[in-house]
Structure formats: C-alpha cells, structure tokens
C-alpha cells in the first residue's frame, strides 16, 4: 500500500445483484467490460475478468441452486474485485476441487482452478453446511482480484508482510457514505482513522471529510481523535476510533470514541472491544488507549454500527485465516445492516 487511503474515493461498489440464471452474465459481463475498460485495464485482462465472471455465476448456479451474489468492487492499487458469495452447502473437500478435471456436477470441472489461474491473485474460502449447526452462514465465497499493472511481483521480501481489507457501503447504495477509513503506512507502522458521521447522506461524509492529515504525522490513536474531535466541534460530529499498528513493537495501540466495536485476533484467540461513550465534536467520554501485543500474527477488524456486532465473530474463526480482503467482504455481506452505511476495515500482520 502507498498514499493515503481513503474509503470514500479508494472504496467503491459498483455492482451487486443475485444471481438467479443465465442471463445473470450478459449483464455482468457488459457492467464489467465498461467498469475494467474505464480503470484502465487491458484487452487481455478484461478478457480474463469475463471467464472468471462467467465461471463463478455457473459454479453457483449449479452448486448453490442459484442462492448466491456476484459483487464488482474498486479497491486501492487500482483494483478491481470480483466477489462471489453463495449459500449453498459449501465445498467438502475443497483442495480437491481446486484440481482442474474434478467435479461433483458431471461437468468439465474446470470452473474453480481456472477462477485461481487466470485472476491476478485469487481467496477461496468455504463453510460446509452440518446438520444441527448453528451457523449463520454456509456456502462458498471467491474473491478473484485483478490489478491494473497485472500480478503482483515477489516485492520486497524485507518489507513487513501486511494486507488490507476495505468494505464500505452506504445506506441503500447511495452516492454519500457518512462512514469513512483514512489509511496509511509509515515504514513500519500502519495507522488508520475509521469514522462514521451522524445520520445519512451528503452531510454526513461531509463531516468526515478532510481529516486525513491527522494520520500524516504518524500519531498515536490519542492524539489523532483529539485532533479529529476538535476539527469537528463546527460540523454535526462523528463517533470514530484510531488505530496503530508496529511491525517493529509488535504492538496495535488503539482508541476510540462512541458506537464503534473492534475484534483482534492475536495469535489465534479472538479478543472483543468498545470504546469510550459520546460523539467526536461533542460531548464524550476520554476514550483509553487499548494496546495488544503479538508474537507471529495479529488480525484486527474495526467496525462502524452498520455492522452487527455480536457473537458470531467467533463462529467464523476459520476465515480469519484468510486474506483481510476475502473477511472483509463476507463479514460485510453476512453481517451488515441494510438500514444503516455499512464500513469494515481489516489488517493483518505476519
């Protein structure tokens, strides 16, 4: 990741739609050609994304009955998803099916391995459905990632092994989103300022606007939300957190204020947060820097209220395995509140 971050501009959904049948892909296909044409994006790669698109709608037309989803997505890079989320039994055995030539369906079985050859990186993650289980989801959901400069090359093996995940999405898909993630990496720390603004609409992003340079300095969460709560004494206020992570230490140091929650994940136990009560710009509690340590690996997830905060985090252990991206987007679509902007951030290290 280089630059600043920033969901409102970096973070866009451009479409969404269940898929119901065949006819799914000529529209899919003609949303994508446009979208992938507009960023920028070669004849080839275009090509790529269309088989790609076409193999996920068939897998769930024929493994999920036609229960599934198909997102388009802009993420920062520039990248441009393809999500496919389904509710079907999931996939029992799932290193098998990623074998070109196998298939539970008499078909070619080509469809999985070519979504993780021809993409320029590829998640797969799947939840078998048991019988008496109490999960809130089972089914399957692939993420093939394409970039516009195509696949990522070795990089810099000194470099700290960190990803990213984004999903914001505003109430009813509306073009203003009052939540909003600033992010940014200085060499060995990454920082980011998660808000969601009061109420709906254009005057809620407006409020939390303009705030980005409270993470340039690379400070800690404190000082940041004390910066953004003064900057936002003149608008309709925010509630928010900060969060920090050292590659060096070791460490995530975090803070925040009002209806926000956060689920670390330090060396594989599941740890859940809240923060001060009040609105940034008003009144509220002094928010408490929460600091966690870590040995090999540490995942942390914040959250605005559009996302359902309870216990079934926990139910999803095994996905946070798996690329921030791919958590990003399921936990998002699963668990997100239709009557409110939605936002998730998700950073892994190690």
Known sequence: MTGMVDSVRDCKLFYTNPVQGESAIILLRS????????????????????????????????????????????????????????????????????????SSANTLGKGLGSILRLSDEAH????????????????????????????????????????????????????????????????????????????????????????????????????????????????????????????ADKTLAMAGVGDMHAHLVVDGELQNFAFAPGILGREHKQPVTTTSSFNKRILAITASDGIRRNSDFSKFAPLFHHHPQLIAYLLGNIMGRISDDQSLCVASYG
């Open 124 to 247: 797969v993650y799947t939840q078998v459905d048991k019988p008496g289980s109490d999960s809130r989801w089972s089914g399957c959901a692939f993420l093939a990632r394409f970039r516009r400069h195509g696949k990522r090359a070795g990089g810099d093996r000194s470099a700290p092994p960190m990803e990213i995940g984004l999903f914001s999405r505003s109430l009813g898909d509306d073009r203003y989103n009052g939540d909003r993630i600033y992010m940014q990496q200085h060499g060995e720390t990454l920082s980011w300022l998660h808000l969601d603004g009061l109420g709906h609409g254009e005057h809620a992003q407006k409020s939390t606007a303009n705030l980005a340079l409270f993470l340039e300095g690379d400070y800690p969460p404190i000082q940041v939300l004390n910066k953004v709560d003064r900057q936002l004494m003149t608008s309709r206020g925010a509630v928010g957190l900060s969060a920090r992570i050292s590659f």
């Open 31 to 102: 949303k994508l050609m446009a979208v992938a044409q507009r960023l920028g994006f070669s004849d080839l790669q275009r090509e790529n994304m269309a088989l790609v698109m076409a193999e996920m709608v068939t897998n769930q037309l024929k493994h999920a009955d036609g229960r599934g989803m198909i997102q388009l997505w802009q993420q920062p890079g520039p990248v441009l998803d393809i999500f496919a989320l389904d509710f079907g039994p999931g996939i029992a055995d799932l290193s098998l099916a990623q074998e070109d030539g196998f």
